[in-house]
């Protein structure tokens, strides 16, 4: 059973950083990413890993993300981990671990069959 879970939010300083980190998914998924929601706005996606098969570790961002945001794997603790720097008040809101089967890659949230929780970052002005 893929059962996601996600941990490390918390309240930040600007220009801090955080590190999320996301638990419960096997082998039977190929993707788990990382998306972004703000109250009144649209879940988006920040990044994204293959988890498994040939291209195991290879990795995928929003235009937004790239340059401040890194996804990895953690194989020791079997976890997605999501390096957060420069961070700043429009980062705030509810992040979620998500996970698919397939080949496709995408940061778009309906395409992905697993959730999450959530995890809180606040990121103060």
């Known amino acids: 059973q893929v059962q996601l879970v996600e941990s490390g939010g918390g309240s930040v300083q600007e220009r801090g950083s955080l590190t999320l980190s996301c638990s419960g998914y096997?082998?039977?998924?190929?993707?788990v990413t990382w998306f972004h929601q703000v109250p009144g706005k649209k879940r988006e996606g920040v990044a994204g890993?293959?988890?498994?098969?040939?291209?195991?570790?290879?990795?995928y961002y929003a235009d937004n993300a790239k340059g401040r945001f890194t996804i990895s794997l953690d194989n020791k603790k079997n976890a997605v981990n999501l390096q957060m720097d420069a961070l700043k008040p429009e980062d705030s809101g509810m992040y979620y671990c998500?996970?698919?089967?397939?080949?496709?890659?995408?940061?778009?949230?309906?395409?992905?069959?697993?959730w999450g929780q959530g995890t809180q970052v606040t990121v103060p002005h």
């Open positions: 890993i293959y988890s498994s098969g040939s291209v195991r570790g290879g990795t």
């Open positions: 096997d082998d039977s998924v190929m993707h």
């Open positions: 998500a996970a698919k089967a397939g080949y496709r890659a995408t940061l778009d949230a309906p395409d992905y069959s697993y």
